[in-house]
């Protein structure tokens, strides 16, 4: 079985400071990592993903995590924080190597961003 | 390029009534899964169904049912309403073969509201 946690519920920081949410997971083979956003009502859109290549792993809106497997962590850092990167932030693992392709989701961070 | 598109976007009912959820995948995507996520809450996994056979089972309530038609779209039945089903309900989906990289392609959510 996968899980994932993410630890703080909440994080706020001030525009064009460092952001930084952890996620450390769980899996009994190696898993697949991914980080989501979710901004008020809307869907979730994929921000990047780990899939066994290179272990620091770049995605969208300046965002990019480090795969530690010494540390079972999966970190979402953006150097400098802009107002519309307020949203509620989701870590996830899947198996897909197990054929179990859903993933699983963290409880969620919401990021705060102060002007 | 095309989403998964989800209907009703909105939805409200009564207890004990009944409720259909639809979703339409990414062209070439075989693979379809529903999520629920309640207010605060991480989205959680009900079910997925590949190739229209159901592949991975969640914690899907037995008053729940769901199904993947020829043409790949899903339908989720939810019965006998609760006033926790009130939610907002996902679904995604992935594409075949090599394409995927356990990424899911989420939909915009239908709101559920049980009233």
């Known amino acids: 079985a996968q899980s994932v946690t993410q630890l703080g519920s909440h994080v706020s920081v001030s525009e064009g400071a460092l952001v930084l949410l952890r996620c450390n997971y769980s899996?009994?083979?190696?898993?697949?990592l991914f980080w989501y956003v979710q901004y008020p009502n809307q869907g979730l859109q994929l921000l990047l993903k780990y899939t066994s290549a290179a272990t620091l792993v770049k995605g969208i809106n300046g965002f990019e995590a480090e795969f530690k497997k010494s540390e079972t962590s999966f970190h979402l850092t953006k150097p400098s924080a802009h107002m519309s990167d307020a949203a509620e932030y989701f870590c996830a693992v899947s198996a897909l190597d197990t054929g179990r392709r859903a993933l699983t989701f963290g409880s969620g961070t919401r990021l705060q961003v102060q002007p | 390029a095309a989403g998964v598109i989800q209907s009703p976007r909105h939805l409200i009912k009564e207890k004990r009534e009944t409720a259909t959820l639809k979703c339409y995948p990414i062209p070439r995507h075989d693979t379809v899964y529903w999520y629920q996520q309640g207010p605060g809450q991480d989205p959680q996994f009900l079910i997925s169904f590949y190739e229209k056979m159901q592949s991975d089972k969640g914690s899907i309530p037995d008053r729940f049912s769901a199904q993947q038609f020829s043409d790949y779209h899903s339908e989720l039945n939810m019965s006998s309403l609760e006033l926790g089903d009130s939610a907002l309900y996902f679904c995604?989906?992935?594409?075949?073969?090599?394409?995927?990289?356990?990424?899911?392609?989420f939909g915009e959510g239908s709101r559920l509201t049980v009233l």
């Open positions: 995604a989906s992935s594409p075949k073969g090599r394409s995927n990289t356990g990424e899911l392609f």
């Open positions: 899996s009994s083979v190696p898993p697949y």
